[in-house]
């Protein structure tokens, strides 16, 4: 048994590391069941009230759940600065996740902890299969499949908690969309169309407004423009952002080549990327990440740059009203104060 001091004092002791070698030692051939056991477990008895409830927050379905999964590691490793580690998750596909690490006690924990997670938040039981990642076995791949044919088919599991009206499929076909290009590059300010060979064939009309006149100079290639931030680890090759589609994207705008003053240099587009198989391309949908109208003057643009409909435009205006009534609030007691002093020193005249 292992104190909380002894801990503390070997904040990099690797507990876990010590119970696989126990459990090896009395039976190698149960100890992979017992870590799946264990993740089960702990996800039983820690996973009610607020807990529960986050998780709740990550997808109203499996694979969106999967899917948020990387975003979720990405805001954790960011707040602790540990930028260190290469474990990640990735939503490869319809009931496919792959997971790095180079514990591999970790990865059977995690195959536990997904079951359990299943049946608690989707109320489905699941055969998950581990299997490591052809070339590289600090990857491994789970793959889902629903427990009561053993068959593995779209986990498009639906938690029986939420009822909807039942959507028609939507037509794949260019000429059925009744928005034109231009009006939805007005409509999504902030949105590109790359194709296989990441080359820019649309832009939205923020992109364009900052890029469109070095574009017959420097090429249209992604690159060229756009630091993709996030998620960490990203191969820029169009297959592999395909398979991070369900992923939280950061991208931070560049200079063009050769242009010394670029006033939105830095400026960050936080969005998703989406393929769309019918024209074998990748549509980012984004967002200026900005904490206030500063962020966004000193990047040359206007409030008007962000359309109606984006959340971001309401979340700058209300934190410029919190702030003017701030200012508001802090002269009023300056004031205040002035006064009070004034009255003050009227009456020991008076005395």
Request: charged share 25%.
């Amino acid at each position: 048994r292992i104190d909380l001091e002894t801990l503390k004092t070997y904040p990099n002791y690797d507990y876990l590391a010590d119970i696989q070698e126990i459990l090896l030692e009395m039976d190698e051939s149960s100890a992979s069941e017992i870590l799946v056991l264990l993740g089960e477990e702990l996800i039983t008895s820690c996973c009610t009230g607020i807990i529960e409830r986050a998780f709740r927050c990550l997808g109203t379905e499996l694979q969106e759940f999967l899917g948020s999964l990387d975003g979720v590691y990405d805001v954790l490793k960011f707040q602790e600065d540990d930028d260190s580690s290469d474990t990640g998750f990735v939503c490869a596909g319809d009931g496919e996740l792959i997971f790095t690490s180079e514990r591999p006690v970790i990865a059977w924990l995690l195959l536990g902890s997904l079951k359990a997670l299943t049946r608690i938040l989707f109320n489905v039981q699941v055969n998950i299969k581990i299997e490591p990642v052809e070339g590289d076995n600090r990857r491994y791949r789970y793959l889902f499949s629903l427990a009561k044919d053993g068959h593995a088919r779209e986990m498009r599991v639906v938690s029986k908690s939420v009822e909807g009206p039942v959507q028609r499929s939507n037509s794949t076909n260019a000429s059925d969309l009744t928005m034109n290009s231009s009006t939805f590059c007005k409509a999504f300010p902030w949105h590109f169309i790359m194709n296989e060979d990441l080359e820019l064939v649309q832009l939205g009309r923020g992109f364009s407004k900052l890029y469109k006149p070095y574009m017959a100079e420097f090429g249209c290639h992604a690159t060229t423009y756009f630091d993709f931030k996030r998620p960490k680890g990203l191969t820029l090759k169009f297959r592999d952002i395909v398979r991070r589609t369900c992923t939280p994207f950061l991208i931070a705008l560049k200079s063009p080549p050769d242009v010394q003053e670029f006033t939105a240099k830095g400026l960050e587009i936080k969005g998703q990327m989406v393929h769309c198989p019918e024209s074998n391309s990748l549509l980012f949908m984004g967002s200026p990440f900005l904490d206030g109208l500063d962020g966004l003057t000193c990047n040359g643009l206007f409030i008007s740059d962000i359309p109606l409909h984006d959340a971001t435009r309401e979340v700058i205006l209300v934190g410029e009203q919190a702030r003017a009534q701030d200012g508001l609030r802090r002269r009023m007691d300056k004031l205040k104060s002035s006064i009070e002093e004034a009255n003050a020193a009227v009456t020991k005249e008076r005395k």
